[in-house]
């Protein structure tokens, strides 16, 4: 399968400050990625899916302006927090779909500690 | 708007017994993972079920869809501490959309 990577894998940063988190598929050309949020002992939430050479689609309650997502080439994708607070702490995930049906592969994901 | 529910939420069971973790979701889909996360990892895709009636069998892991009642399974048989994770089950609405997931199980395996 398709390997992913992340980085930073963990990050700690001052209130007010931006912070980037890069996606890459290191074997496989991905059109989209997908970029999660995990807050502790919670679930996933999709926070949006980034499509290569065009506008990340945002879900619903997702502040595009805020969360800032760059899919320029086929491997990178990136997400840049902007000006973070200490509720944007959380676990940040990207996820890259396979070749297969079905497939979806999930990066290392990178935690974020805004102080 | 698609929501999944898995049950239990939490779990602690002893080895050697058998235990069911259930997925419920509310529209059609006939695309359901079921994925492993351990502390402060990312997610270990277990199983990909495409099919009204697929089961897969990995180990002590089983998975089943049934995509008329709207429900999957997870099926645990003689549990073993070394699968204390958290399990998720994820909806895919149509090919190649992105994830809907549940709130997760935790399940502890105690000696």
């Known amino acids: 399968g398709a390997v992913v990577s992340q980085h930073p894998s963990r990050v700690i940063c001052k209130s007010g400050t931006s912070v980037k988190i890069e996606c890459r598929s290191l074997?496989?050309?991905?059109?989209?990625m997908f970029w999660y949020r995990q807050f502790p002992k919670k679930s996933l939430m999709l926070m949006a899916t980034s499509n290569e050479g065009s506008k990340a689609t945002y879900e619903q309650g997702v502040e595009k302006d805020k969360f800032l997502i760059n899919h320029a080439s086929l491997t990178l994708s990136t997400l840049t927090v902007t000006s973070a607070h200490p509720e944007d702490s959380s676990f940040y995930i990207c996820?890259?779909?396979?070749?297969?049906?079905?497939?979806?592969?999930f990066g290392p994901g990178t935690r974020l500690t805004v102080l | 708007e698609l929501k999944v529910e898995q049950n239990p939420l939490f779990l602690s069971m002893q080895e050697g017994k058998n235990y069911t973790i259930y997925c419920n979701y509310s529209t059609t889909s006939d695309r359901l993972y079921w994925y492993r996360q351990d502390p402060g990892k990312s997610l270990e895709s277990l199983f990909v079920l495409l099919s009204n009636g697929a089961v897969k069998q990995e180990g002590r892991l089983m998975a089943s869809l049934d995509t008329k009642a709207r429900l999957s399974t997870l099926h645990i048989t003689a549990a073993v501490h070394d699968l204390s994770a958290t399990y998720f089950c994820a909806v895919e609405e149509t090919s190649g959309s992105r994830l809907t997931f549940g709130e997760g199980t935790q399940l502890t395996v105690n000696p």
């Open positions: 996820s890259v779909g396979g070749r297969m049906v079905g497939e979806q592969f």
């Open positions: 074997d496989f050309q991905a059109t989209t």
